[in-house]
Every structure is written in C-alpha cells, then in structure tokens.
C-alpha cells in the first residue's frame, strides 16, 4: 500500500513539475496545444516521474490524483494527462464512480474535460512540491495533515 501511495505522489509532482515548466515557459493557456503545452501524455509523465509503469495502468493513481484535488480545492489535474495518439484522455478519464460505463468518447465528454483542463492550466494556486500523502486501510491515499 505504502508503494502505490509513493507512486501516486511521484506522479502528482511529475504533474506538478510538468505545469510549473509550462508556466515559466509563459506557454499559451490553450488545452489543445499538445504536446507543446500544459497537457502531457501518460508515457511522458511516467518518464518524467521516473517510474517502471505501463501508461494503460495509471487509472487508479489518476483517479486518486483528481480526488487529492478535490480535498485541495483544485481542479482536477489529471485532465492535463491525455494519449499520445489524439491529444486527449483515454476513455478511463471519462469513468466517475456511480456513472454508466463509458466505452465511447463523445463531444459532451470532450468538452466536460476541455472545461477540466482549461480549469487547471489557469489555476494559479497550485505548489511547487506535492503534499505528502497518507494511507489508511481499504481506502484511496490522503492529504497528510
């Protein structure tokens, strides 16, 4: 458990390190200028964090990332993670606990996760170093206090 709570957070400030980067590059705030701008593919994050992850396994640390800035009060950040291929989120981005499966990604999708994405790159709050991260049993990481 311990692992995937160090992988979470190495994820979280490779995303961290990827925006502030963006930011001091005075890179427009378009969402879809990919891969020059704020967005970065699941494989160039993993790279970046420095981790031995394959790119279609990062659901859950992406899911817990989102709900950490939730508790934050920031957007959600894994809308800057996108495919390579197409310059936008695989279908597991789209996929909310209680919410119907999702097997195609439609317009009213895309534009719900241009909102999310445009949300982060214009936030202005965000740290410089990840918030260290806590476990408890059966449940998704947490904000230490």
């Known amino acids: 458990m311990a692992e995937r709570v160090d992988t979470t957070r190495e994820l979280l400030q ?36 420095g981790l031995a992850l394959e790119a279609r396994r990062l659901g859950s640390q992406l ?3 989102s709900h950490l800035c939730n508790l934050k009060g920031w957007p959600p950040l ?4 996108v495919r390579q291929d197409v310059g936008q989120p695989g ?23 241009e909102t999310d994405a445009r949300a ?3 936030f202005d709050q965000l740290p410089r ?10 449940t998704v990481p947490s904000l230490r206090s």
């Open 14 to 49: 490779a995303l961290l390190d990827h925006f502030w980067e963006a930011r001091r590059k005075r890179t427009a705030r378009e969402p879809k200028l990919y891969p020059a701008g704020y967005l970065i593919s699941y494989t160039a994050l993993i790279q970046r964090a």
């Open 120 to 122: 982060c790159i214009d």
């Open 78 to 81: 894994a809308a800057l993670v």
């Open 91 to 113: 279908v597991g981005y789209f996929r909310r606990p209680g919410s119907p499966k999702i097997d195609l990604v439609m317009d009213e999708h895309l534009r719900g996760w």
């Open 129 to 138: 170093r990840a918030p260290a991260l806590t476990v408890r049993t059966g």
């Open 63 to 65: 899911a817990e990332i």
